[in-house]
């Protein structure tokens, strides 16, 4: 399963993943039934989630039926538990909209909620991050998760953020880390092999593999990096009940 799931998420375009992976996945997630997990986004549970990776495959990973990921499991137990998202209605841009989020913030924010993307399918604008179309002082919430390592410009694209939030606005700017971490962030544009760049990057479309600068890189844009130890509240078990990693650090940057 693990080479299968790997195969497919290494050489098949997310577009197309977003589009028709849903229906094989819940099938699939019909052998996998138990109580032992739990996805706090669609509430399903399981004995486990199903591997996800694109070489070394991690265990306990993918739900079933929403296809969330640890990092959207632990954003979307932050989002309830530490900010008003749930609470009020918001004006909401989101980048590279996840299938497990879309319905679920659209409902809570109607067509306050904006998903936007260069190509996804499942996004209602298409746009560039570096170039934001909308006015300043437009947005309550942002969402970047996983996005702003493989943009040419991540700085320019903070930047376009921050002027779109409004004052004492925030947004969530989640980036993978690749082992061993480097100090700096890493970037070299000249490297176009496709397995060199996967070797290097973690994956062959990153541009650059982020390191413990991270929080200076958000603070160039002028917004205010706070790194959120949300993870850690958990315990061991909880963490593994919900399928989140105990290690991931919620990366939150408020337009102060």
């Known amino acids: 399963m693990k080479k299968i799931i790997g195969w497919v998420v290494r050489f098949v375009p997310r577009k197309y993943l977003q589009l028709f992976t849903g229906v094989g996945l819940k099938v699939l997630g019909i052998f996998y039934s138990g109580s032992k997990v739990k996805c706090p986004i669609c509430n399903h549970q399981y004995k486990k989630f199903l591997p996800y990776g694109r070489i070394n495959a991690r265990e306990n990973a993918l739900c079933p039926n929403c296809l969330s990921l640890e ?6 137990l932050y989002l309830k538990g530490n900010t008003n998202f749930f609470s009020e209605k918001l004006n909401v841009l989101h980048f590279a909209p996840e299938p497990c989020f879309i319905n679920r913030f659209e409902k809570q924010h109607g067509n306050k909620y904006i998903t936007a993307d260069i190509e996804s399918p499942l996004a209602k604008v298409k746009m560039d991050i570096h170039q934001i179309p909308f006015e300043e002082n437009h947005f309550d919430v942002v969402l970047c998760n996983h996005v702003l390592e493989h943009v040419k410009d991540d700085i320019t694209a903070m930047r376009e953020i921050h002027r779109v939030l409004k004052p004492n606005a925030w947004a969530i700017l989640q980036v993978p880390f690749f082992s061993p971490i480097p100090e700096k962030t890493f970037e070299d544009n000249s490297i176009i092999d ?5 070797r290097i990057f973690g994956q062959d479309d990153h541009v650059r593999k982020y390191g413990k600068d991270y929080v200076q890189r958000i603070a160039q844009s002028g917004l205010k990096p706070l790194e959120e130890k949300f993870s850690e509240t958990f315990t061991k078990e909880q963490a593994y009940h919900f399928g989140i990693s105990r290690a991931e650090v919620i990366y939150k940057a408020v337009k102060a």
């Not at 990092?71 to 979307?76: D, V």
């Open 194 to 198: 496709k397995r060199e760049r996967e």
């Open 71 to 76: 990092r959207h499991r632990l954003m979307w």
